[in-house]
């Protein structure tokens, strides 16, 4: 599987962005899919997730209801809805495909995109 994101970019403190990721290669719907972000001189950390057959989605607790993850299968593509950001959400954020293992682990996910920066100014 190979992994697109995009939608990253610069957004003032209470703005939103919705992020995307393509898939191409082996079948996406097999996948569940997940998103992770890594803030400057930070650990990559879990944000968000969801199976493959899609539904709700799983949330780390900094996304406090903010964050919505969602997926269309037929257009191979994972989206993270991003609403009220705040500096701290700064970070770049990647997704990630996975079929087994817990789904808060990176060890867990076997494909990974290449990151898109979001920045967020106060």
């Known amino acids: 599987v190979q992994l697109q994101a995009s939608g990253g970019g610069l957004v003032q403190a209470g703005g939103s962005l919705r992020l995307s990721c393509v898939a191409s290669?082996?079948?996406?719907?097999?996948?569940?899919m997940g998103w992770f972000r890594q803030a400057p001189g930070k650990e990559r950390e879990f944000a968000a997730a969801?199976?493959?057959?899609?539904?709700?989605?799983v949330y780390a607790d900094f996304v406090k209801g903010r964050f919505t993850i969602s997926r269309d299968n037929a257009k191979n593509t994972v989206y993270l809805q991003m609403n009220s950001l705040q500096p701290e959400d700064t970070a770049v954020y990647y997704c990630?495909?996975?079929?087994?293992?817990?789904?808060?682990?990176?060890?867990?996910?076997?494909?990974w995109g290449q990151g898109t920066l979001v920045t967020v100014s106060s």
């Open positions: 969801i199976p493959w057959s899609g539904g709700s989605g």
């Open positions: 290669g082996r079948t996406f719907s097999r996948y569940g």
């Open positions: 990630a495909a996975r079929q087994y293992g817990s789904v808060w682990s990176q060890s867990a996910y076997d494909y």
